[in-house]
């Protein structure tokens, strides 16, 4: 399974929505409801934000949400904040494993 | 609280294997399946491998079939993955993860070196 496709950069102001998306295959993101996203900041182990494309853990802001349409999985982030400033990166299960997606960097301006 | 203690930084030489431990505790340690992820400096998440604790069950990214075994000692809540023939593009941190609700805990990540 080759990486997932994701943007590299995403940025926008405070207060603002953006989304980052995640293309895969229907091997893999489109063949399974099992689509996560990990928050990473700089020297520190990745973070769960969305587990099952859309579920949330326990403690996670209501400002971070996730969906799929197809091959393609999104996270979306609104009401944007300085400390969302971090890489991001999509996983998704393939039968045998999981893939990432290849990270985005979300810049808060 | 469940907690995942990886052992310590490791530097060795073009050639060599190298083993990361990672003692799980908080937790029923054969419940959940343990992911092993690196990530190189500037580069992405990687997914390297899982196993099952109960049953002793493992999976490998097709990158490092034949390279690496992942195992665990469930006296000791204590999960293992042993890399061989390690190269320069194997430097990393290297992190187990357990799998529920997503890559839900993490450790702390264990710096490999490879350098002569």
């Known amino acids: 399974h080759s990486a997932l496709t994701q943007p590299a950069s995403v940025s926008g102001s405070p207060g603002q929505s953006i989304t980052i998306s995640c293309t895969g295959t229907s091997s893999d993101v489109g063949g399974y409801n099992y689509v996560s996203w990990y928050q990473v900041h700089p020297g520190k182990a990745p973070k769960v934000i969305i587990y099952d494309v859309t579920e949330r853990p326990s403690g996670v802001s209501n400002r971070f949400s996730g969906s799929k349409s197809g091959n393609t999985a999104s996270l979306t982030i609104s009401g944007l904040q300085a400390e969302d400033e971090a890489d991001f990166y999509c996983c998704s299960y393939t039968g045998s494993g999981v893939v990432f997606g290849t990270g985005t960097k979300v810049t808060v301006l | 609280q469940v907690q995942l203690v990886q052992s310590g930084a490791e530097v060795k030489k073009p050639g060599a294997s190298v083993k990361v431990s990672c003692k799980a505790s908080g937790y029923t340690f054969t419940n959940y399946e343990i992911y092993w992820v690196r990530q190189a400096t500037g580069q992405g998440l990687e997914w390297v491998g899982w196993?099952?604790?109960?049953?002793?069950?493992?999976g490998y990214a097709q990158k490092f079939q034949g390279r690496v075994t992942i195992t665990s000692d469930t006296s000791i809540t204590t999960a293992y993955m042993e890399l061989n023939s390690l190269r320069s593009e194997d430097t990393a941190v290297y992190y187990c993860a357990r799998n529920y609700a997503g890559l839900g805990y993490w450790g702390q990540g264990t710096l490999v070196s490879v350098y002569s």
């Open positions: 196993m099952n604790p109960n049953s002793g069950n493992t």
